[in-house]
């Protein structure tokens, strides 16, 4: 989970800096990773179709930890709202306003405390996004 609190951090980051298109783009990842990290945690294998494409992997999310597992739908559609975000920010020549990106840093933030929460509980009784031995020094 820690690259997905480094993503997240970055992601803080980058909307204080004014970055809008780079705060979305690390807010997915960070996003991503936590899913990724959740069906890993879950005993989800992620065969080579699943694990490639990012469609695939937000698919299985789906699939494996919303439709028969513990996530909650709303959690799906912020993992999927994200990804359509960042690929405007990434992707076309369209602005995000600057109030989507900060709704969607503040929902990346939510989403990997929650997968954390819900997937690694013994990392996550001290309230925060990570500790300090998460992190390369």
Do not use: W
């Amino acid at each position: 989970m820690a690259k997905a609190e480094r993503a997240a951090a970055s992601a803080r980051a980058l909307l204080d800096l004014g970055d809008v298109d780079g705060a979305c783009n690390r807010a997915y990842y960070a996003m991503f990773d936590a899913a990724r990290t959740a069906l890993l945690a879950s005993g989800v294998p992620l065969a080579s179709n699943i694990g490639r494409t990012h469609r695939g992997l937000i698919s299985a999310f789906g699939n494996y930890l919303i439709k028969n597992g513990p996530v909650s739908k709303e959690m799906g559609r912020l993992l999927n709202r994200a990804e359509e975000l960042r690929l405007v920010a990434d992707y076309t020549g369209d602005a995000v306003e600057l109030s989507d990106a900060r709704e969607m840093v503040e929902q990346a933030e939510t989403f990997v405390a929650a997968m954390r929460a819900e997937f690694m509980p013994e990392d996550s009784d001290d309230g925060t996004m990570g500790s300090s031995h998460d992190y390369p020094s």
